[in-house]
């Protein structure tokens, strides 16, 4: 290099780094116009070692084929960015390199950094053919942005294997080296193609893999591969609560509430923003998306990151009302905002949370920005107004008089906890297992297995109030916060510790929601506990069934939102002697049955009715029985095979299951 170019790349790289750095701050200080979020004051040690296995070991990501095509470019940019420093080191003072670590430290590296320039190479060749050729429907295949940054990526590689190969053509490699690919293959190639023109050729790819490298640097946050900077933090600032909480709000008179404006969600929420790959991993599972609606929760997150970077840094000034792009809006065909529809569209499922690489989190985006419309401008769908009200005057979804709540138990000589509070355990039976006539059989099930087992248990019969999930996923916190707290109050004067319910909305509900409001209770879902009788031998079973071939249905707030998988399988296993069927859409990628996050209260359009799809996900696998383990899948399946007309196809909850085969029942305890 001469002096003249050594100059001249000292400027420009000056110049260049500067520029990088101003951007980095930049990027920071947006972050840190988020609200405050207490998550780091502890677990430090817990989040390094997840921020090594998702971050590093990338678990998630190579879950699926595609992945490992990934990861190798990942851990290739990681190896090269060695070999980059060498080479800008070099740049700088010329006399460096990393010979000084001497001829076998030396020589290994340079061979790492050989093979791994061409298996980035391979790797992006890879990337480009599934972008322009296979072309998958849940990421933007042909998007400018990602073929621009592979484009650059192949650029420095092959500018890379020039430059060495040119240096080994004219013998100004200086031993010992070891670069298989670069001396066999590019020095030849080189040789061949350049002839005399091999010096003029090095210099203008040394020069060609400098500025690449540059620009990369500086295209890099403002582009979509921003993540490369910000996805390593988010893994490690995740949330290690599945239940996707959303903090209590303060209420008083002027206050707003949720969030309308990119600086009232926390730096979490923004950091995320920033994190997001677009692998569309969130949108390939999310059940609206799949059904036709409106809701993309890739674009709700695409598009806090254009917010922030329209609106971030008017805020950071002071500017909190003019000229703002809407973070929502009616419509969201304005990228930057997001529509209204998305937002109801959700079902709180968590599929897309569960599936991501980095650990973005959708559902409270969501929730924080329902409560806005809600709270804050009354704007919901009209149906639930009836809902809303039917909540705050009677405390059941159907507006019922709470006095019928009892009226499923009659004849079964239950205990009320307001009489007897000797009983060990509160069955929460919920407004659907109180209310709902065909989820009444399940309770009623339930409760015939309990006393087979000898199990004390007991009601809170008429005082029993909603638990107020929907409540809360909607977005309708002022109420949700006078039922949690009514019901928390209910729940120590009768000196509740052990709680039993058999719907997965209460039972997550009560068991997480319920912590910020000083509930100290076990709670515990009945596919657990019913489990645990069957291992025990506290509950016996005949063998005998006639449920034919069962296919199982995985609860979302049973399994995403609390990790319970194995136990309804091994429920319908010892009560059937064989495993279940499974679904295609299973486990942590199960579908949506359509009814959480309030939609159980609202319209669906009869082309996008995600019960429906699931239902003929599983009349697929040609079942006799489709197994559940909560009151609202119960009705989206009934509802469904009716629209299907498979009456021959019977839906049933565990406890339903089980009971007609209990053997021996017990007298009750």
């Known amino acids: 290099m001469s002096n003249t170019e050594n100059v001249i790349f000292a400027i420009l790289f000056g110049v260049l780094f500067l520029t990088f750095l101003y951007s980095a701050v930049r990027?920071?200080?947006?972050?840190?116009?988020?609200?405050?979020?207490?998550?780091?004051?502890?677990?430090?040690?817990?989040?390094?070692?997840?921020?090594?296995?998702?971050?590093?070991?990338?678990?998630?990501?190579?879950?699926?084929?595609?992945?490992?095509?990934?990861?190798?470019?990942?851990?290739?940019?990681?190896?090269?960015?060695?070999?980059?420093?060498?080479?800008?080191?070099?740049g700088l003072f010329p006399s460096f390199s990393f010979r000084f670590l001497g001829p076998s430290l030396s020589g290994a590296l340079t061979w790492a950094f050989d093979l791994v320039s061409l298996v980035v190479l391979i790797c992006v060749g890879i990337a480009l053919f599934r972008r322009l050729v296979l072309q998958p429907s849940y990421i933007d295949a042909k998007s400018a942005d990602a073929l621009l940054i592979l484009s650059l990526v192949a650029g420095l590689m092959i500018a890379f294997f020039g430059f060495h190969g040119s240096e080994i053509a004219l013998g100004h490699m200086a031993e010992p080296f070891s670069m298989p690919v670069s001396k066999n293959f590019a020095a030849p190639l080189a040789n061949s193609l350049f002839g005399a023109s091999l010096p003029t050729a090095e210099r203008v790819f040394w020069w060609v893999h400098a500025l690449i490298f540059l620009g990369f640097l500086n295209y890099l946050p403002h582009s979509k591969h921003l993540h490369i900077l910000t996805a390593i933090p988010n893994c490690f600032c995740r949330s290690f609560d599945t239940a996707a909480l959303v903090s209590r709000e303060?209420?008083?008179?002027?206050?707003?509430?949720?969030?309308?404006?990119?600086?009232?969600?926390?730096?979490?929420?923004?950091?995320?923003?920033?994190?997001?790959?677009?692998c569309g991993r969130c949108n390939e599972n999310c059940p609206a998306t799949l059904s036709g609606k409106t809701l993309n929760p890739r674009y709700v997150i695409q598009d806090g990151k254009i917010n922030l970077k329209a609106n971030g840094e008017k805020v950071l000034h002071g500017n909190v009302t003019q000229g703002l792009v809407p973070?929502?809006?009616?419509?969201?065909?304005?990228?930057?905002?997001?529509?209204?529809?998305?937002?109801?569209?959700?079902?709180?499922?968590?599929?897309?949370?569960?599936?991501?690489?980095?650990?973005?989190?959708?559902?409270?985006k969501i929730v924080k920005m329902r409560r806005h419309l809600t709270e804050n401008q009354a704007k919901f769908p009209e149906e639930l107004r009836n809902f809303y009200e039917s909540i705050e005057q009677r405390s059941n979804p159907w507006?019922?008089?709470?006095?019928?709540?009892?009226?499923?138990?009659k004849g079964l000589e239950i205990p009320l906890l307001g009489t007897d509070e000797s009983v060990?355990?509160?069955?929460?039976?919920?407004?659907?297992?109180?209310?709902?006539s065909r989820n009444r059989k399940a309770a009623v099930?339930?409760?015939?297995?309990?006393?087979?087992?000898?199990?004390?248990?007991?009601?809170?019969?008429?005082?029993?109030?909603?638990?107020?999930?929907?409540?809360?996923?909607?977005?309708?916190?002022?109420?949700?916060?006078?039922?949690a707290a009514e019901n928390v109050a209910l729940f120590k004067k009768h000196r509740v510790k052990k709680i039993l319910t058999y719907c997965p909305h209460c039972y997550s509900t009560l068991k997480h929601d319920y912590?910020?409001?000083?509930?100290?209770?076990?709670?515990?879902?009945?596919?657990?506990?019913?489990?645990?009788?069957?291992?025990?031998?506290?509950?016996?079973?005949?063998?005998?069934?006639?449920?034919?071939?069962?296919?199982?249905?995985d609860s979302c707030y049973l399994g995403r939102y609390n990790q319970i998988y194995r136990q309804p399988r091994e429920i319908l296993r010892m009560a059937t002697g064989k495993t279940p069927a499974e679904m295609d859409r299973?486990?942590?990628?199960?579908?949506?049955?359509?009814?959480?996050?309030?939609?159980?209260?609202?319209?669906?359009?009869?082309?996008n009715r995600l019960n429906i799809n699931r239902t003929r996900q599983a009349l697929a696998k040609s079942p006799d029985t489709i197994a559940v383990a909560c009151p609202y899948c119960m009705t989206m399946f009934e509802d469904g095979l009716k629209a299907e007309k498979a009456a021959q196809v019977r839906v049933l909850d565990l406890a339903e299951i089980l009971a007609p085969q209990i053997a021996s029942p017990r007298s009750p305890g």
């Open 424 to 436: 060990e355990y509160l069955f929460y039976v919920g407004c659907a297992g109180s209310f709902d």
């Open 399 to 409: 507006g019922i008089i709470p006095q019928d709540r009892i009226k499923w138990a």
């Open 27 to 90: 990027l920071i200080r947006l972050i840190r116009l988020g609200q405050p979020d207490p998550r780091l004051q502890a677990g430090w040690g817990r989040r390094f070692l997840t921020m090594l296995l998702y971050a590093f070991a990338q678990k998630r990501v190579i879950s699926k084929p595609f992945g490992f095509n990934h990861f190798f470019l990942f851990w290739g940019f990681l190896i090269l960015f060695l070999s980059n420093a060498e080479f800008v080191i070099n």
């Open 515 to 553: 912590r910020q409001y000083g509930l100290e209770a076990e709670v515990f879902h009945h596919s657990e506990f019913l489990y645990d009788l069957l291992q025990t031998g506290k509950l016996r079973l005949t063998g005998e069934n006639s449920l034919g071939r069962v296919v199982i249905h």
């Open 586 to 607: 299973k486990l942590e990628k199960s579908f949506c049955c359509g009814a959480g996050g309030g939609r159980m209260w609202m319209e669906e359009s009869a082309e």
């Open 327 to 364: 973070l929502i809006r009616g419509t969201d065909e304005s990228p930057g905002s997001v529509g209204e529809d998305a937002l109801w569209a959700c079902t709180t499922c968590r599929a897309c949370m569960s599936n991501c690489p980095v650990f973005i989190e959708h559902v409270p």
């Open 250 to 278: 303060t209420f008083s008179p002027g206050k707003s509430y949720g969030v309308s404006r990119i600086d009232e969600f926390t730096w979490k929420d923004l950091l995320d923003f920033t994190a997001c790959t677009e």
């Open 445 to 483: 099930a339930l409760v015939q297995a309990l006393r087979a087992a000898g199990v004390s248990f007991g009601i809170l019969g008429a005082d029993e109030k909603c638990c107020g999930d929907s409540l809360r996923r909607l977005g309708n916190e002022f109420v949700f916060e006078k039922i």
